[in-house]
């Protein structure tokens, strides 16, 4: 399956280079037309990324999501900014389906574990973004030493069954996803749903993540 993304920066979708803020291109001015394009061409599911919020720490693109919640009526998920347990009750509250949680998992795992128990694996998914198998944190800017397999390890024991995988050194540079790493987390966490963040153009790419067994692939 494959689900569409849309990068939030400043009211306009948008496409980063590696991570970083300042290199983007602009994918679409009008980010709610462009949900109601995958709407019309009957997509079943949208990822978005508030990047705004990544950087702030809390939700700023909160009219935005309001909007495409109203103009898609797919699967719909959220990442970026969610902190606390009020940004995961304000998004499920407007109808968003599900909520990333990155940053906040790797620094109150008890949080992420209660918000997991309250609502469920299926509302509650977990974003593992980082460079050399290291997370990172507060929209990539802090690189901390916390291997990817200790998050997913700790996540999966407190109940999480999603994880949206993102390198950091591949994101936006159109090479495709990091197959070694993802094939080998979802091998040493079978019970896990490894998702590969990735800019996918062309099928050759989709047919790799069918390979390592990747569950999901997101292109904007």
């Given at each position: ?7 939030l920066?400043?009211?306009?979708s948008?496409?980063?280079y590696k991570?970083d803020?300042a ?7 009008n980010?709610?037309d ?8 009957k997509v ?5 990324v508030?990047l ?23 699967i719909?998920?959220?990442g970026g900014?969610?902190?606390?347990k ?9 109808g968003?389906?599900?909520v990333i949680?990155g940053s906040?998992a ?10 997991i128990?309250e ?8 974003g593992v973004?980082g ?8 929209g990539?800017?802090d690189q901390?030493?916390?291997p990817?397999t200790?998050?997913?390890?700790a996540?999966v ?14 994101d936006g540079?159109m090479?495709?996803?990091n197959?070694?790493l ?6 040493e ?5 490894i998702?590969a ?7 050759r ?7 390592i ?7 904007n």
């Open positions: 399956m494959i689900f569409p993304a849309i990068d920066q400043d009211g306009r948008v496409r980063l991570g803020f290199q983007e291109t602009v994918i679409n001015p980010p709610v462009q949900a109601k394009q995958y709407e019309a061409a079943g599911a949208l990822h978005l508030d705004d919020g990544a950087k702030a720490g809390k939700p700023i693109n909160v009219d935005i999501v309001k909007a495409v919640r109203a103009a898609f009526t797919g719909l998920e959220i900014g969610i902190r606390d009020e940004a995961v009750d304000l998004y499920l509250g407007m968003v389906d599900r949680l906040v790797l620094k109150n795992p008890e949080l992420t574990k209660q918000v128990a609502y469920g694996a299926e509302h509650i998914v977990i973004d460079k050399n198998g290291k997370v990172a944190a507060e990539w800017l901390s030493d916390v990817m200790d998050l997913i390890g996540m024991e407190g109940g999480a069954k999603y994880f949206i995988v993102t390198d950091v050194d591949r540079t090479q495709g996803a197959e070694e993802l094939g080998n987390l979802q091998k966490f079978p019970t896990a749903r998702v963040y990735d800019y996918v153009r062309g099928n790419r989709v047919q790799s993540a069918e390979i067994e990747m569950t999901v692939m997101l292109l």
